[in-house]
């Protein structure tokens, strides 16, 4: 009895999991790093963080609808696109970040809750 891999065990799954998907991750923390510094509040800085996830969200919905297919190639392109994007904002962020900058940052002001008397 032989037993076959899974269909999805190829190639492309090999290098969405082990290198697109990192690839991105890291993408998404120092985008995330450097806005949680250049923000003003903390709500700021994750509403703005939310916008890394539109692109990737785009390209997953194209090829859901069947409007292109990315094969291994097209998946290795693109995963060395993420990681050259990667190497720049670590490198941006980590010439522009400070410690002191970030610690003498003056505390977010508590907001004031609106009650509504009826």
Not at 56 to 77: D, E, H, P, T, V
Not at 79 to 88: F, N
């Amino acid at each position: 009895m032989v037993l076959k891999a899974p269909f999805f065990f190829d190639l492309s799954w090999f290098v969405l999991v082990f290198l697109l998907s990192p690839a991105i991750t890291v993408l998404g923390v120092t985008f995330a790093a450097m806005l949680t510094v250049k923000a003003r509040s903390t709500a700021e800085s994750i509403q703005i963080s939310g916008y890394i996830v539109l692109p990737i969200l785009l390209i997953f919905i194209g090829q859901i609808m069947g409007l292109y297919r990315l094969n291994s190639i097209a998946l290795l392109i693109l995963t060395a696109i993420i990681v050259v994007i990667d190497l720049c904002l670590f490198n941006f962020g980590f010439r522009r970040f400070t410690a002191e900058k970030l610690l003498t940052r003056p505390p977010e002001k508590p907001r004031k809750e609106k009650t509504n008397v009826y």
